[in-house]
């Protein structure tokens, strides 16, 4: 049954003659195009080119690799191969079509060669191949579509598109070999195999399905010219349709900022593609939400290089992000916010974008007029950011002390469930950042393993709720499952303050019975209410969190409020002085009524996160067991003048 959705309902069904002819289909100049290719930004030529080595060893994947991340669960070895292949081709590619160099030329063969013969383009720790097969290593007989395999298909269109003719003169037959095994690893697979997890097909849709489907869209678009084509392109959009359902009207992303770029980003990017292929036929206009996630990185800007980081994402991203992706999307919607928070990122004079980036998102960067235009001036302020925003659909709200700058203190508080999509047990968490960098944080997330997404998950400590800004009661951590969620939520502001009210009960495992703990029989736990109100008071200048709640009578183990600090941490009765990182200033934490309140510093020993926060992060543990099974605790942040 053909699934309807937005853009089921407000675009014509993909049809012959509609779309764009291959070669033709891809909004980007073919390098037969002398006048786009003979001088294109000069500055992005010349790093490509400082990068680039022809007469280095190509990087290899090998078995032993693939089959690590059976054995001891290391996925990172294998998939930094991948990437420095993909980096390598890329910049063989752009190399080719500027100069027409038969040296570029040839590395660009071998790399689509290379390809062509690698037994797998999935990633090891997506292929199902252990759970068909028994095997560790690809079956090439039943190849899986994912992540990989789809990135390693559009790469191949657009050097097709690219580069075809040049490749037809000095390496014929290359381009028949691309299209056969573009259709047989991915198109065929995606047609005749349709339960992939990622197409959403239960309603459960996630940054796969865009980016997966994007990808196919490219190589369908330039490889097959025969009548599968309209049918082929018209399965992309059925499948990108189940993730604009699912998209919030608020345009929110619960797996966070950084996973917008490769989740609402692509689905916006395979969009704009649609677009040009169907010669304005097929665009986002009618669809609102797709205008409102736009939007949605620079309110998750904190300051800086810093963003709101819930869920998978670290608080610290790289700046190399696809700017240029934003940047056309804030033009098309006239978003001036987002457009500045793209612009902000465009230095005239460097590069416009990087080869990690991808190959199609390169050549669309270098062949956009605007976005090598863009930039200037640093700007004064961050004039993207707003004083607050609340975003119902994941209960996130974002509170500054005033609209156009990240000075002085920032809250931004999360209600949800703990089932999201990346999800950490965090129901109820804050941030708190002075200056724009976090002070009061979420630790983010670790290099990924085979344990991030199986069923040990909640045995990293980055995703215990003992490791986020919430109540450990009576010994007990939240509890994963979308049924352990936010109740109660209220959500109120005006120009003085901004404020999230909130129940945490139901994050727990005990929540509303009353149950024993793991072990054997112990005292029982039973939290009728545990209300939270965290607020940022502007004429204060002070960020508010206050605890309230009622236990059962009868429970021995403590209760501990905790908190993660990154900076220096100086602990005195009743208060903490904090250092802030990057030079941000201090804060002083007070506690009333001032219980004891003992530290934990974690080692961070995995470059993800101390590349972030330094050597250690910092758990304060304020013990309110004393105060009784019904008791309020108020916790207040300011500013230290120094």
Request: aromatic share 8%; charged share 20%.
């Amino acid at each position: 049954m053909t699934f309807t959705g937005p853009l089921a309902q407000a675009w014509p069904a993909v049809a012959p003659g509609m779309l764009r002819p291959p070669g033709r289909c891809l909004p980007v100049p073919p390098a037969s195009d002398r006048a786009a290719w003979a001088a294109p930004d000069p500055a992005t030529v010349r790093a490509l080119l400082s990068r680039a080595d022809p007469d280095a060893p190509w990087p290899v994947p090998l078995a032993s690799g693939y089959a690590r991340y059976f054995r001891d669960g290391d996925r990172d070895a294998y998939e930094q191969v991948i990437w420095a292949r993909h980096r390598r081709v890329t910049r063989a590619a752009v190399l080719a079509a500027v100069t027409l160099d038969e040296r570029w030329l040839d590395e660009v063969a071998d790399g689509v060669t290379l390809w062509c013969e690698q037994s797998s383009w999935c990633w090891p720790a997506h292929d199902d191949t252990y759970r068909r097969h028994g095997a560790v290593v690809p079956t090439v007989t039943d190849p899986y579509l994912d992540l990989g395999a789809g990135e390693v298909a559009a790469e191949l269109a657009w050097i097709d598109h690219l580069l075809g003719a040049q490749l037809d003169a000095r390496v014929p037959g290359l381009r028949a070999r691309i299209r056969h095994e573009v259709d047989r690893r991915v198109l065929r697979p995606f047609e005749q195999r349709r339960d992939w997890h990622w197409l959403g097909l239960d309603g459960h849709v996630h940054n796969w399905n865009p980016w997966i489907h994007g990808n196919v869209l490219v190589a369908t678009l330039q490889l097959v010219d025969d009548d599968r084509r309209e049918s082929l392109v018209g399965l992309a959009v059925e499948g990108l349709d189940r993730y604009v359902a699912a998209l919030p009207a608020d345009g929110a992303i619960d797996e966070g900022y950084a996973y917008w770029w490769n989740g609402a980003g692509r689905l916006l990017e395979a969009i704009d593609i649609l677009t040009y292929a169907s010669s304005g036929a097929l665009t986002a206009e009618p669809v609102p939400a797709l205008r409102a996630t736009v939007a949605f990185p620079h309110r998750m800007h904190l300051g800086g290089p810093w963003y709101v980081n819930f869920a998978d994402c670290v608080a610290r991203p790289s700046g190399d992000q696809p700017w240029r992706e934003l940047h056309r999307e804030a033009r098309r919607t006239v978003d001036d916010a987002a457009l500045a928070h793209a612009a902000a990122h465009r230095t005239p004079g460097s590069p416009v974008a990087h080869e990690n980036d991808g190959l199609g998102r390169l050549l669309r960067a270098l062949t956009d007029p605007a976005w090598v235009a863009a930039g200037g001036p640093p700007p004064v302020g961050e004039s993207w950011l707003p004083r607050e925003v609340w975003m119902p659909s994941t209960q996130v709200l974002v509170a500054r002390m005033a609209a156009g700058t990240s000075a002085g203190l920032t809250l931004a508080v999360k209600g949800g469930h703990n089932g999201e999509n990346h999800n950490h047990n965090d129901v109820g968490t804050f941030v708190v950042a002075l200056n724009g960098v976090p002070v009061l944080v979420d630790p983010g997330r670790p290099t990924y393993t085979a344990q991030t997404f199986g069923p040990d998950r909640y045995d990293l400590w980055t995703m215990q709720s003992s490791w986020h800004n919430v109540p450990e009661i009576r010994g007990l951590a939240q509890a994963p499952g979308p049924e352990h969620t936010a109740d109660d939520v209220v959500v109120s502001s005006g120009s003085a303050y901004a404020q999230l009210a909130l129940d945490l009960a139901k994050a727990y495992p005990a929540a509303g019975r009353r149950t024993r703990r793991r072990g054997g029989p112990g005292p029982s736990v039973e939290i009728r209410a545990w209300r939270r109100t965290a607020r940022l008071d502007r004429d204060r200048a002070e960020v508010t969190v206050r605890d309230q709640w009622e236990l059962a009578p009868a429970g021995l183990a403590p209760t501990r409020i905790h908190l993660v600090v990154a900076g220096g941490v100086r602990v005195r009765p009743g208060r903490a002085d904090i250092t802030a990182r990057d030079g941000a200033g201090m804060l002083r934490l007070s506690w009333s009524p001032p219980v004891p309140c003992a530290t934990t510093v974690r080692e961070l020993d995995d470059p993800l996160l101390s590349d972030v926060w330094g050597d250690h992060l910092t758990r304060l543990e304020i013990d309110v067991s004393g105060l009784g099974a019904i008791g309020t605790l108020d916790l207040t942040v300011k500013e230290q003048q120094r």
